[in-house]
């Protein structure tokens, strides 16, 4: 496996060390790799966001603005895993090694352009046609339906791998969603709070497979159900039934996207 390293800014040397470390750790204990991987190490959130914003619009991709410490992509046919050390120097230890086994998972599972580059199902086409709604809110619950998916293929793939304690404090930053929610109690836009729920749920799909692991199911279960019973007002969010989405889950992309799309549909 090759690695290329882009620094931006002032780079502490241990801490980049460290990242590389925990990085490639999971291709060591998992045994599978990226052929060739990129990885950019940005001292601010400011040149994080340029960077980013500049390759989704010059790859045609859709840009949701949102950023963590860590993020990956594969805008031009390979994985790049994106790391703020203005963010991450903001958590724990722990967390931000959890973010980062989280990410280099994404290197392997979805290291190449179709999945950030994906067709909207036909489905979703339909529904936001009748709705009259905008080709770039489509595309906004596109790519979050498709996070939904690729954040549980990972947790999946971290589990079999035996990063179960090493990645459940990351699982636990989050889920706490707590300002999220506080901002969607301020709207009273429907299509705006349906973007708002997608993006919890995306949280809520990164943990859900640590409901088979009975060290945390307990945990990790009443803290879904507590932010699902949030949301019970506006959606018909029934707990077993949206777990069952995931348990038909095949680990295919395209397969797990167009399911999780026709179950989205119903409730929003």
Known sequence: MKINLFRFGKIDEELEDEIIYNITMVYEKSGLY?????????????DMEARLYRDATEVGAYYSGDI???????????????????????????????????????????????YYLVSIPSDLNAYCLANKLSRDYCLSILHYISLIVKDYHVTKFLLKYNFTDDEYPFIEYTLDVK????EYGNIFERVRKNIILLSVLKSVATAIPYLNISKYSTEVGNTITEILNYFLDDYKIDFR???????????????????????ILEII
């Open 179 to 182: 300002d999220i929610l506080v």
């Open 68 to 114: 963590y410490f860590a993020m990956h992509d594969a805008y031009y046919g390979w994985p790049r895993i994106h790391i703020c050390l203005e963010l991450l120097k903001r958590l724990s230890k722990d967390i931000w090694i959890g973010g980062l086994l989280h990410e280099a998972t994404h290197a392997i599972l979805h290291g190449s352009i179709e």
């Open 241 to 263: 039934e949206f777990i069952n989405i995931f348990s038909k889950f095949n680990m295919d992309f395209a397969h797990d996207l167009n399911l999780f799309t026709s179950y």
């Open 34 to 46: 990226p052929d060739y991987l990129e990885i950019y190490l940005y001292e601010s959130t400011r």
